[in-house]
């Protein structure tokens, strides 16, 4: 800051060889020489020694003459330098990052394969040298083909997701969880739905009509029956009339016959 270069000799800058602030940068192959912030005119000459690789006796000696604000390149008449309008770049087509527009080489060519280097995922890349982030794993359990790892029963589910309890969708404790049938089903009553209610009961008596027996009920008829269960209103109920009694048999129609 606040430098002042106004006589005939100017200034100095330079470093030993090797000195790691004098190296280019790795990427580029290029150094910053100058970066200058002025309120008024910028003009001068810039006289410049390289050692390519560090060897002296391949030195070239630039001059780069500059007024005002813009990018300036060597205009030193040498022969052509390696930095001549700066086309540096990889010229090697084999390489990731060749440049088709660079005429120098500058040692920037990339040789890595991107892909997946992980030896334990499904798409490992033998030829990747670099990884993209593109591995991909087999789910727990299982191999890359999607096939289990350990089936004892071989029925297509991994051990260690099993799960045991009814399989049979027909019983009144259906899993559709369970994996493996172990003898837990339970099925509902004959006639009798799994919540224990009567799959036909057509007079809503709570008695399925299967085993729904019609019969007199009443314990002061000629015919009651104690092995019916239904008599909607007693109408098969047969009671003796005037001086007749119950002692008679009946004609199978609740007549007394007695």
């Known amino acids: 800051q606040n430098v002042i270069m106004n006589d005939v000799t100017g200034g100095g800058w330079f470093v030993l060889n090797g ?21 008024g005119d910028i003009s001068g000459t810039l006289n410049v020694q390289v050692f390519p690789q560090g060897v002296g006796a391949n030195q070239y000696q630039l001059t780069y003459t500059y007024d005002g604000t813009g990018t300036f390149t060597d205009s030193t008449e040498d022969g052509g330098s390696p ?27 990339d040789y890595s394969v991107l892909g997946c280097t992980d030896s ?29 790892l350990v089936d004892t029963d071989g029925d297509g ?20 969880a369970a ?41 002061t008829a000629c015919n009651y029956d104690a092995t019916p269960t239904t008599d909607t209103n007693n109408a098969l109920c047969v009671y003796p009339a005037g001086c007749d009694t119950c002692s008679g048999a009946t004609d199978g129609t609740g007549t007394v016959v007695d």
């Open 179 to 219: 994996t493996e049938e172990d003898g837990s089903c339970t099925y509902p009553e004959l006639y009798y739905d799994c919540n224990g209610d009567c799959l036909v009961d057509t007079d809503g008596d709570g008695l399925c009509d299967q085993v729904d027996l019609p019969g007199c009920t009443d314990t």
């Open 157 to 176: 589910t991994c051990d260690p997701f099993e799960i045991d309890g009814c399989t049979d969708n027909s019983a009144c404790n259906f899993d559709d």
């Open 19 to 39: 000195t790691p602030n004098g190296l280019p940068n790795p990427t580029t192959n290029r150094t910053l020489l100058m970066q200058l912030t002025t309120a």
């Open 120 to 148: 334990s995922a499904c798409n490992f890349d033998a030829d990747a040298t670099d990884n993209d982030g593109s591995c991909t794993y087999a789910a727990t359990g299982y191999d890359c083909d999607g096939n289990c």
């Open 83 to 109: 930095w001549d309008n700066n086309a540096c770049g990889c010229t090697d087509e084999s390489a990731s990052n060749y440049d088709a527009s660079a005429d120098y080489e500058d040692g920037s060519c």
